[in-house]
């Protein structure tokens, strides 16, 4: 067996120790003689692995009591329209528009009331987070939303914007989990697993409860509404059991690792690495703005499209997979989620140093 150094987007390298112990536990969870795969989600056995990942992700974010904590289906993506459908009232959300997700979820937004572009960063490829502190908040607005972590640009919004007491939400896919959040700013927080936490297939939604609404609005799906969900504890139906399971497993590795504070510290480390590195390099560099990178995604170039794809190739013949860029920019991304261990940043900056000695006739 040999496992690559994985720097995917998305669905992205787990912790060893969590695959290793889910192996382990694979023909026979703990004694039940069958896998988490194959078992009842209403058998005691699975309630318990439910009750406990809900434990400690609560713990992990100190989350407090009136936040309801469901695992949903259907990704991030289809956040972008439960969130208006259940927290429209006035038909109108603001939108912070820092990248491609943070886009969709304004147009999809825009299927169900007005989702008012209020800022962007477009006008430089989404570079960079833009001044948050003095938005034209409108006065009607049910929310206003941001995507925290900007996947494919390696953004990151380093503080929250100012609402001007509205209530936000925040798309936390690529960040959830990465450093500590104060949850009592956000009415929602929600954040597919596939990034930072777990296999895809689930999606956290973190909602305070005074959002979630007493009825079921007329008309509306079952299973779109959070109240559905909140009410039965994400279990209405069958819930994404193993994905669930195995996202458990990687909160309690986190709670071993010193829970998020300890994380952050890592995790600075780790993205200081290869930043610091992509600083005196004459070869590579990186296209966002200092003040705003991402410890989760980091994006890089050299500016020659035949340099880059020739360090892609070069790189995956060594052992780094999934260094491409997002289709839609190009160049590299290193994808740094919290189960990379620091070697593997130490290793992809050793070669990427020894790729610009070998390549410096394209300087
Ligand atoms: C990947 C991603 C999405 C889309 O997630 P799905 O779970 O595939 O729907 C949305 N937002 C952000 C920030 C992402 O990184």
């Known amino acids: 067996m040999s496992r690559v ?24 969870y703990q004694g039940t003689g069958m896998s988490v795969m194959e078992m009842s989600h209403r058998s005691k056995a699975y309630m318990d692995i439910m009750q406990r990942a809900e434990a400690d992700l609560r713990d992990l974010m100190e989350i407090p009591d009136h936040y309801k904590v469901l695992f949903l289906q259907g990704g991030a993506s289809l956040q972008f329209a439960m969130v208006p459908m259940n927290l429209m009232k006035n038909g109108v959300a603001d939108f912070i528009v ?12 825009g299927k169900f009331g007005k989702a008012n572009k209020i800022a962007s960063s477009e006008d430089k490829i989404f570079s960079y987070i833009p001044d948050c502190s003095d938005l034209p908040i409108s006065e009607d607005a049910d929310y206003v939303h941001i995507c925290e972590n900007n996947t494919i640009y390696g953004t990151k919004f380093s503080a929250l914007p100012n609402t ?17 959040v104060d949850v009592s700013q956000y009415g929602v927080i929600y954040a597919g697993a596939q990034k930072n936490v777990g296999p895809a297939g689930v999606t956290i939604v973190i909602i305070r409860e005074d959002l979630i609404g007493a009825e079921i609005p ?9 109240k559905t969900h909140a009410e039965n504890d994400s279990m209405y139906n069958t819930p994404p059991a193993y994905s ?25 480390k780790k993205a ?39 360090f892609i190739k070069e790189a995956k ?47």
């Open 272 to 310: 200081g690495i290869l930043y610091d590195f992509l600083e005196e390099s004459k070869l590579f560099r990186s296209p966002v703005v200092k003040k705003d990178r991402s410890l989760m995604n980091v994006p890089f170039i050299t500016g020659k499209d035949a340099v880059d794809e020739k």
């Open 218 to 226: 007329a008309g509306m799906p079952t299973m779109l509404s959070y």
């Open 164 to 180: 001007k007491g509205k209530t936000l939400v925040s798309d936390m896919s690529s960040c959830i989990l990465s450093e500590p």
């Open 317 to 363: 013949a060594v052992g780094f997979e999934n260094l491409k860029g997002h289709r839609s920019v190009g160049g590299m991304r290193a994808s740094i989620y919290n189960a990379m261990p620091i070697a593997g940043v130490e290793a992809l900056v050793a070669f990427m140093r020894k790729f610009e000695e070998e390549n410096m006739h394209y300087v």
């Open 98 to 109: 820092t990248g491609q997700w943070a886009k969709k979820a304004a147009q999809e937004c």
């Open 244 to 268: 669930i399971y195995i996202c458990g497993k990687v909160f309690q590795w986190l709670k071993g690792l010193g829970g998020l504070k300890a994380v952050q510290e890592m995790n600075l």
């Open 5 to 28: 150094y994985n720097f995917s987007a998305g669905p992205a390298i787990l912790p060893e120790a969590v695959l290793q112990a889910a192996a382990e536990e694979m023909l026979d």
